[in-house]
């Protein structure tokens, strides 16, 4: 693997398959005036100034970090990367770590246009209270593996989730899993039942007001198995889908090789959907719980 100047590069402890990438403090302190030149309402408001964000990140490491970030992230053998300083300072608040996040995005390819939250990121709050219509803000549920964009006709290739804040938390790790690290994979994905059309929806909260139909199962142009999978919103119409989701949902949630990761404040990670599930065990109950994320999922760059 390629190194970068200024970047920290190396397996995770878990797996082979994500890599950390940590940015040093010449970087960070490099970004702090170019940041600084854009507000968030700009970077909401007018597209291209991400752009001119991501480039600047990209110009400090020589544009090696768009390169490594896209290899790892393309590769079927890795497909995941966490992403962030090295050393938290005073200087990292939730506006650079904002800005951050939509560099590194912008150097992988163009995001989707989040209905829930009404521009191209969402930023959503985890707490001890929820009255919302979805698993996302449930601290004490656990989030069963999933790909995103189950719901959505936009392509989602990838998604970046950051987390912005994090303060009385004990548990919520991330869980992940790789497609062929699934020891039941094979068995589903020729399961014919996989390959059929199932019509997906979604709850109020996510503003989508029509359903999309795809299959579970498809594969890339290799013939391996890709999956779009969320147990939330599927709308089985047969017996035969019903129970297929049955045992999707029960052989994902059973895996032994699920990777458990704590995600440190300010990093990122970024997955490939079609062969990486994801998830988050629950939190310990605290009345004082708050974690904050942000997220960004879209498409690859056509070149």
């Not at 693997?1 to 590069?9: F, L, R, S």
């Not at 005036?33 to 991400?50: D, G, M, S, V, W």
């Not at 990093?267 to 310990?284: D, Q, V």
């Amino acid at each position: 693997m390629k190194q970068v100047d200024g970047i920290e590069i190396f397996e995770d402890e878990k797996t082979k398959r994500i890599i950390n990438l940590k940015i040093g403090d010449e970087i960070l302190d490099k970004l702090i005036f170019p940041f600084n030149k854009f507000n968030i309402t700009a970077l909401e408001y007018k597209p291209f100034t991400r752009f001119t964000i991501a480039k600047s990140l990209d110009d400090l490491t020589s544009n090696k970090l768009s390169e490594l970030m896209n290899s790892i992230i393309r590769d079927r053998n890795t497909g995941c990367f966490v992403i962030g300083p090295k050393k938290i300072n005073s200087k990292i608040d939730d506006n650079f770590l904002v800005k951050l996040s939509t560099a590194i995005a912008h150097l992988i390819g163009i995001p989707n246009h989040d209905s829930m939250a009404g521009k191209y990121y969402a930023r959503f709050f985890v707490k001890h209270k929820d009255d919302s219509d979805s698993y996302l803000r449930k601290a004490y549920t656990n989030m069963d593996l999933h790909t995103d964009g189950t719901y959505v006709k936009e392509k989602t290739d990838w998604l970046l989730m950051t987390k912005i804040e994090e303060k009385n938390a004990e548990g919520g790790e991330t869980t992940m899993l790789h497609l062929d690290d699934w020891e039941h994979c094979e068995d589903l994905f020729n399961d014919p039942v996989g390959r059929q059309n199932f019509i997906w929806g979604s709850p109020k909260s996510k503003n989508v007001d029509y359903n999309v139909e795809h299959p579970v199962f498809s594969v890339d142009e290799e013939g391996r198995a890709q999956i779009s999978y969320i147990d939330q919103f599927p709308e089985p119409k047969s017996m035969d889908q019903g129970n297929f989701l049955q045992r999707l949902s029960d052989g994902l949630e059973e895996s032994k090789n699920k990777v458990i990761i704590k995600l440190p404040v300010g990093s990122a990670i970024i997955a490939n959907n079609y062969f990486w599930l994801h998830g988050r065990k629950p939190f310990k109950e605290n009345k004082d719980l708050t974690r904050e994320l942000l997220r960004i999922r879209g498409s690859f760059f056509n070149n």
